[in-house]
Every structure is written in structure tokens, then in C-alpha cells.
């Protein structure tokens, strides 16, 4: 999650959730790790939805949706957010 001139952001929350209840949330930290998370996901095949959240729990941004297939040969993914407010 980067601000509006391209600049990765520490402390940003993000919810990762599917369809059959599964939900993690994750918090960027600094330094090397500055703009990635980790969360661990199923490798069966799934719709995982990602969005950012306020540090009461609210969507903050619009959902992304990531099919992940059982053929996928991914081991992450990436959804890019710019800050425009």
C-alpha cells in the first residue's frame, strides 16, 4: 500500500477473507518488510477477498477478489493500493 507520490506505508491493516468464514488480518511493518504481508492462506482452491481496513475493523477501501486455482503455481500474490485521499 503505497501514498499518493508512490512512497510504500507502515502500519496499514489489511483483512484477507473467503467465503466459509476464514478471515486474518495482517499489518505492514518497516524497514525491509515495508509494504508486504504475511498471511497464510489454504492451497485448495479458493476466493480469497483483500481489503484495507481502519483500526476499528471497517473496509476502508474497495474489495479485491483473488481466485486462487488449484492448478495456480503461486506462492503470493500481489494487489497494489494507492492513496488518494
Known sequence: ????????L???RVKVFNPW???AVSVSKGGP????YDIILSTQPV???VVVID??????????QVEHRADSPACHYQVDWVRTR
Open 33 to 36: 518488510d515495508l509494504g508486504y
Open 10 to 12: 507502515a502500519g496499514v
Open 1 to 8: 500500500i503505497k501514498d499518493a507520490k508512490g512512497n510504500y
Open 47 to 49: 476466493t480469497w477477498y
Open 21 to 23: 468464514g476464514y478471515e
Open 55 to 64: 483500526e476499528a475493523g471497517r473496509e476502508i477501501s474497495p474489495r479485491v
